[in-house]
């Protein structure tokens, strides 16, 4: 028999593949992790970098445009100096330049401190140049009026401008040379910043055939997982078919079993048992009436033999009754029922609504055990006092309700064999069983068969 191990001979080994898979799939997520950890970290750093280059830009160009600045206003009024005839311009102009050699002193002193020795020489040529030219305009500043305004223009184009010109492209130099180092700066910002793409899209790609091996993979795997659960589910459902296939004839052997003995009892035993009244009676006859213990005797083996008799009457009408066969479903209903309200406290109602006699043979049997098997449950184990058979009949099906005023139970939590049975017995007809009960509420069982063709034909 198919069924008594259903695990398949070319089942996955073990968990091996799923572990594989899941291991797979984490290093696919720690991947994904990693990559976006490292971008988040490196972008991190190149805005760092980026504020750095920033920083330091601005902290050598605003010092810079500063003395530049203080440079252009000193030469400036150095120039207004020369070329002025106010007389009141001398004292007040003297003062202004010993103000402005200060700040711009002061202003290349407080210039950033650079490691780049050529960013030091220029800023170096720079102060020699301011200091050439404090040299030239110091004795200037001591003229009388009258040798500045001999010597003022001939002083100014030969010495003062020329040396603003040496100062101001010195000053260039260095916008030039900061402005140079912010490209160069922005220029490996730029190539880390190509390296970390390149990086992020060899990570991705990686990430993305990894993916790609691991989705497939798990295809072929969910693949062969549903190709063994189909088997083994055609292999299940093959083994429950035949389960049923065997219970049915198991039933079917049972009630032939049934059938067979309850005619040998009734035929073989119950004639034999007949026949062993009648010779008693005889021997109770033959006896005379003057020898009392032998008659007293006589009448406890009458007694006795009634007694089987009746016995084995009982025995083979629970076993198979021949009102079933020989009266019909109905009249059998009724006895049984009769027989259960006799032996017991439960009052039994039998109810039929144009119910035919002529349902077949299998029909008639599944509905009688399915009467006898929730009765003597009723009865036995719900101590329930009345009792309702209900038998119903349309062209398409019959219906059968069995219903009691016992004390009920959880359908869920208990469900002994009987009830299994009798699921059993009705499916196998392909009918629809339903039991309704709840703790204090009494049972209600209902049963309904479709009608076999030919049947419906007759009716």
């Given at each position: 028999?198919?069924?008594?191990?259903?695990?398949?001979?070319?089942?996955?080994?073990?968990?091996?593949?799923?572990?594989?898979?899941?291991?797979?799939?984490?290093?696919?997520?720690?991947?994904?992790?990693?990559?976006?950890?490292?971008?988040?970290?490196?972008?991190?750093?190149?805005?760092?970098?980026?504020?750095?280059?920033?920083?330091?830009?601005?902290?050598?160009?605003?010092?810079?445009?500063?003395?530049?600045?203080?440079?252009?206003?000193?030469?400036?009024?150095?120039?207004?100096?020369?070329?002025?005839?106010?007389?009141?311009?001398?004292?007040?102009?003297?003062?202004?330049?010993?103000?402005?050699?200060?700040?711009?002193?002061?202003?290349?002193?407080?210039?950033p401190q650079t490691?780049?020795?050529?960013?030091?020489?220029?800023?170096?040529?720079?102060?020699?140049?301011?200091?050439?030219?404090?040299?030239?305009?110091?004795?200037?500043?001591?003229?009388?009026?009258?040798?500045?305004?001999?010597?003022?223009?001939?002083?100014?184009?030969?010495?003062?401008?020329?040396?603003?010109?040496?100062?101001?492209?010195?000053?260039?130099?260095?916008?030039?040379?900061?402005?140079?180092?912010?490209?160069?700066?922005?220029?490996?910002?730029?190539?880390?910043?190509?390296?970390?793409?390149?990086?992020?899209?060899?990570?991705?790609?990686?990430?993305?055939?990894?993916?790609?091996?691991?989705?497939?993979?798990?295809?072929?795997?969910?693949?062969?997982?549903?190709?063994?659960?189909?088997?083994?589910?055609?292999?299940?459902?093959g083994s429950k078919?035949?389960?049923?296939?065997?219970?049915?004839?198991?039933?079917?052997?049972?009630?032939?079993?049934?059938?067979?003995?309850?005619?040998?009892?009734?035929?073989?035993?119950?004639?034999?048992?007949?026949?062993?009244?009648?010779?008693?009676?005889?021997?109770?006859?033959?006896?005379?009436?003057?020898?009392?213990?032998?008659?007293?005797?006589?009448?406890?083996?009458?007694?006795?033999?009634?007694?089987?008799?009746?016995?084995?009457?009982?025995?083979?009408?629970?076993?198979?009754?021949?009102?079933?066969?020989?009266?019909?479903?109905?009249?059998?209903?009724?006895?049984?029922?009769?027989?259960?309200?006799?032996?017991?406290?439960?009052?039994?109602?039998?109810?039929?609504?144009?119910?035919?006699?002529?349902?077949?043979?299998?029909?008639?049997?599944?509905?009688?055990?399915?009467?006898?098997?929730?009765?003597?449950?009723?009865?036995?184990?719900?101590?329930?006092?009345?009792?309702?058979?209900?038998?119903?009949?349309?062209?398409?099906?019959?219906?059968?309700?069995?219903?009691?005023?016992?004390?009920?139970?959880?359908?869920?939590?208990?469900?002994?064999?009987?009830?299994?049975?009798?699921?059993?017995?009705?499916?196998?007809?392909?009918?629809?069983?339903?039991?309704?009960?709840?703790?204090?509420?009494?049972?209600?069982?209902?049963?309904?068969?479709?009608?076999p063709n030919s049947?419906?034909?007759?009716?």
């Amino acid at each position: 028999m198919r069924g008594a191990s259903l695990k398949p001979e070319g089942a996955p080994r073990g968990s091996q593949l799923p572990l594989v898979l899941v291991v797979a799939f984490g290093g696919l997520l720690a991947l994904m992790v990693f990559a976006g950890a490292e971008a988040l970290v490196l972008a991190r750093q190149l805005h760092a970098q980026e504020e750095q280059i920033r920083q330091t830009y601005l902290a050598h160009t605003q010092p810079l445009l500063v003395l530049s600045s203080s440079i252009h206003i000193y030469n400036d009024r150095l120039q207004e100096y020369l070329i002025s005839d106010d007389p009141q311009a001398d004292g007040v102009t003297a003062g202004e330049f010993s103000q402005l050699t200060k700040e711009i002193d002061s202003d290349l002193k407080t210039y950033p401190q650079t490691d780049q020795p050529e960013e030091r020489a220029l800023v170096e040529s720079l102060r020699q140049l301011f200091a050439e030219q404090q040299e030239i305009v110091n004795p200037v500043l001591a003229w009388s009026r009258d040798e500045k305004r001999r010597q003022a223009q001939q002083f100014l184009h030969e010495q003062v401008l020329p040396q603003r010109e040496r100062i101001h492209e010195a000053s260039e130099k260095i916008v030039l040379w900061d402005s140079e180092q912010l490209g160069v700066a922005d220029r490996e910002m730029f190539s880390s910043f190509t390296r970390l793409q390149a990086r992020q899209t060899r990570l991705l790609g990686l990430a993305l055939a990894a993916g790609f091996a691991l989705s497939l993979a798990s295809a072929v795997y969910l693949l062969r997982l549903e190709r063994e659960g189909r088997r083994r589910y055609m292999e299940v459902a093959g083994s429950k078919a035949e389960l049923a296939a065997l219970s049915a004839r198991l039933v079917d052997a049972q009630e032939n079993e049934r059938r067979s003995i309850s005619r040998e009892l009734h035929d073989e035993v119950g004639q034999s048992l007949g026949a062993l009244l009648v010779e008693v009676s005889r021997l109770k006859s033959a006896v005379p009436a003057a020898a009392p213990p032998i008659q007293e005797h006589a009448d406890r083996i009458k007694s006795m033999a009634e007694t089987a008799v009746q016995t084995v009457r009982n025995i083979a009408l629970l076993l198979r009754p021949s009102m079933l066969d020989d009266l019909g479903l109905i009249a059998a209903l009724e006895w049984q029922g009769r027989e259960i309200s006799r032996r017991g406290e439960m009052e039994v109602e039998v109810q039929s609504s144009e119910a035919s006699e002529k349902l077949p043979d299998e029909y008639k049997t599944c509905i009688y055990r399915l009467v006898q098997e929730a009765l003597n449950n009723a009865a036995r184990h719900s101590s329930a006092k009345n009792a309702r058979v209900t038998i119903g009949q349309t062209r398409e099906k019959i219906a059968v309700t069995i219903r009691d005023d016992g004390r009920g139970f959880d359908p869920n939590r208990i469900r002994g064999l009987g009830i299994l049975g009798m699921d059993e017995r009705v499916r196998r007809l392909g009918g629809t069983f339903t039991l309704d009960s709840k703790p204090g509420g009494g049972t209600t069982i209902r049963a309904e068969f479709p009608l076999p063709n030919s049947h419906q034909e007759r009716l």
